[in-house]
């Protein structure tokens, strides 16, 4: 009778074990880093890169171009356009998106298949860092990420306190000709310029990117005119804008050309060369 009890006390325990070794097991699995990417964002692949698992991506979207090891990565479509087939063929175990971006049935499809998506919205520039560590995390790469978004933290807020009681100017940033295009307050790329002490003077257009008008422009009047665009039509740019000396910006010699690689993208390059944006900016509120 005492064997009887201990052998069923013993088979109890086996079985606990077991169980208990299985739900361990099961746990380390879960929680073991993904080893198979693909990000649907160019943003979203420079982020891994920048968290320190450029090595784990399988595939990204068009025009992921930085670093150049990114453009060695298979293409799974446009951002309006992606190739489900292709994304299946890879056989991710982890999906990076960008929210507002990507074609929401085709994300949603994708769930349903079993795929994993981490879903993505920047809103601001301290967004960049806190999406450099969420990256981390994922990946298992988390000391290179946390150490690089300590470190942008760190600029912006350098930034933030060396320009921001400054004199408030006015700027016109420029990112297309026919039609003259501009951006509202809620791009990245007037956050970050607004963070050097300047004012957009079509912040408050309801559009991201509206149309307008050299008429307007010469209303509003900016102190300095900055032309993003593609480098090879930033010249001419820049030589229509000398036709009208009555602009702040014109008459004090305050227009500057952006590389649109570093700034339109919420990405650590953008705050990385904040400094030098910001001392342009800086340049023209002298000449003010």
Sequence with gaps: MIQTVFSTFDKKTWLLSLLLSGLLWSNWVNAAPYERVITLSPHLTEMVYSAGA?????????????????????????????????????????ILAWQSSNQSKVLERLQQLGFKVELFEPRKLSDIPRDIKRIGTLLNTSQIADALANRLMSTLTTVKRQYQELTKIRFFYQIWDDPMMTVNGQVFISQAIETCGAENIFAQQKILAPEVDTESVLKRNPDVILLGGETAVQKTWYQNWLKWPQINAVKNKQIYLINTNHFQRPTARLIHHLPDLCQRIHNARQKH
């Excluded at 991506?57 to 356009?81: D, E, F, H, Q």
Aim: aromatic share 8%; hydrophobic share 40%.
């Design 54 to 94: 450029g090595s784990k991506l399988v595939g990204a979207i068009a025009y992921s171009n930085y670093p150049a090891s990114a453009k060695t990565l298979p293409i799974v479509g446009t951002y309006n356009a992606l190739n489900l087939e292709k994304i299946i063929q890879l056989k991710p175990d982890l």
